[in-house]
């Protein structure tokens, strides 16, 4: 989640210097640097639980999960983002330091205030990456899921779930760049909504 821009003007390698002397992370577009903003607890849930359910799956496969903490680098001149979960199964990342360069699959939980960025620019600079095969939003505040998916030609299709006639309870996510299948409602373990607020009419 991006908030107000830091430092302007810095080369890629001096935002990465820079970056590992600050308590709190830092994304990096253009020259500009952003400092991350807080997530609530619900985002925050949603991720584990979609990371130790990836966790179980890839092991022995030689593919990665990594949580927030995990940079990925888009290209050599940036930008550099923090996505919610990451999953690489290229070799050339295992002896990564800095950042993840070689993504299969990209998680961002999202909120009201960073859907539109997350669909649209960070998308756009997302799809730079051409190990890229599957890109998926989480609405952190009711159960949804949009999962977009790189077919064969090139071409970004997407998935919603659970889709218009689905039951929520028995809705299936599947990430197929990973062959992974899991249900919505571990994705959305021990998560408690918020009750709409009531709203007065008045006469």
């Known amino acids: 989640m991006i908030a107000n821009p830091q430092p302007r003007?810095?080369?890629?390698?001096?935002?990465l210097a820079w970056e590992r002397q600050q308590p709190t992370k830092h994304e990096y577009i253009d020259g500009e640097v952003y400092a991350m903003t807080g997530g609530t607890l619900a985002h925050n849930a949603i991720a584990v639980n979609l990371v130790s359910a990836l966790r179980g799956k890839l092991r022995g496969t030689g593919c990665k999960v990594y949580a927030a903490?995990?940079?990925v680098r888009v290209a050599a001149k940036g930008p550099y983002f923090y996505p919610d979960v990451v999953v690489s199964c290229d070799e050339r990342d295992r002896q990564a330091?800095?950042?993840i360069q070689y993504p299969k699959l990209i998680v961002e939980v999202i909120s009201?205030?960073?859907a539109g960025f997350d669909r649209g620019d960070k998308?756009?600079?997302y799809r730079?990456?051409?190990?890229?095969e599957e890109y998926v939003l989480i609405d952190a505040e009711k159960v949804g899921i949009d999962c977009y998916r790189k077919t064969s030609a090139g071409k970004w299709e997407l998935t919603a779930y659970p889709d218009d006639d689905a039951n929520q309870e028995d809705s299936i996510l599947e990430l197929v760049s990973l062959d992974f299948r899991c249900p919505l409602?571990?994705?959305?373990e021990e998560i408690e909504f918020p009750e709409p607020s009531s709203q007065i009419i008045g006469a």
């Open 123 to 125: 998308f756009k600079f």
């Open 69 to 71: 903490d995990a940079k």
């Open 128 to 132: 730079r990456i051409p190990t890229l």
């Open 185 to 188: 409602a571990l994705v959305y």
């Open 97 to 99: 330091i800095e950042a």
């Open 112 to 114: 009201p205030s960073t």
């Open 9 to 15: 003007g810095l080369t890629p390698d001096e935002y």
